[in-house]
């Protein structure tokens, strides 16, 4: 869910101008999961260009606030999380952990990194939203910790169905600063795609694993 539509199209214009998200419908990227897309996203480029990260980290910030209250911990997934999430966690004078896609299989063996106590309230920071498998699982991994989740916010999603479903599934309250959507035409009206792609980039992400 989109926290604040001309936030949204800033952001969106924001990462395609640094290529932090790039388009090539014609020429697909291949993501790790062998999936084909059009859209290729890498919001670390966001921590490279300090004007870019301010506003993301302080719009985070805000949202986050607006929508969840005021959390005791901020917690960023890794690894994409881990370098936003902690300029939130700065920008609101709270504390800071990030959370593993498992724990390590030497030394205290910990999935969560930091000192998180028992009963505190947890807002989780992530970069990225695809299908809500890593974000959910830092969350459960959080969870069994016995942190109060008050919610996730992330700098983009794909907006895929999936996604809010799996959320829904979990009772997980979540916000986005952008979107697929908004990005899409956001290119479209600044030429940056031709408006024949637009089916194209529809059609991925209705059904993104056959595309």
């Not at 920071?125 to 008050?150: F, Q, W």
């Amino acid at each position: 869910m989109i926290l604040d539509k001309k936030t949204a199209e800033k952001t969106a214009d924001l990462l395609l101008q640094i290529k932090a998200i790039k388009l090539n419908p014609q020429e697909p990227f291949t993501w790790s999961s062998g999936w084909k897309s059009p859209i290729y996203c890498d919001n670390r480029m966001v921590l490279s260009f300090p004007k870019v990260r301010n506003f993301i980290k302080e719009n985070l910030a805000e949202q986050l606030k607006k929508r969840f209250g005021n959390p005791e911990v901020i917690a960023g997934v890794a690894t994409g999380g881990i370098g936003i999430g902690a300029l939130v966690a700065e920008y609101l004078d709270l504390p800071f952990v990030y959370v593993r896609p498992e724990a390590k299989k030497h030394g205290r063996k910990n999935q969560i990194e930091g000192f998180l106590k028992a009963g505190q309230k947890v807002v989780v920071i992530e970069d990225l939203i695809s299908t809500g498998k890593s974000s959910l699982n830092a969350i459960k991994a959080l969870k069994n910790a016995d942190a109060e989740i008050l919610g996730m916010i992330a700098i983009f999603s794909y907006g895929f169905d999936l996604a809010t479903e799996n959320f829904k599934n979990e009772n997980i309250d979540f916000g986005v600063l952008s979107n697929y959507q908004t990005l899409i035409d956001l290119a479209i009206a600044q030429d940056y795609l031709k408006s024949e792609d637009q089916q194209k980039l529809e059609s991925w992400r209705k059904d993104p694993a056959n595309w």
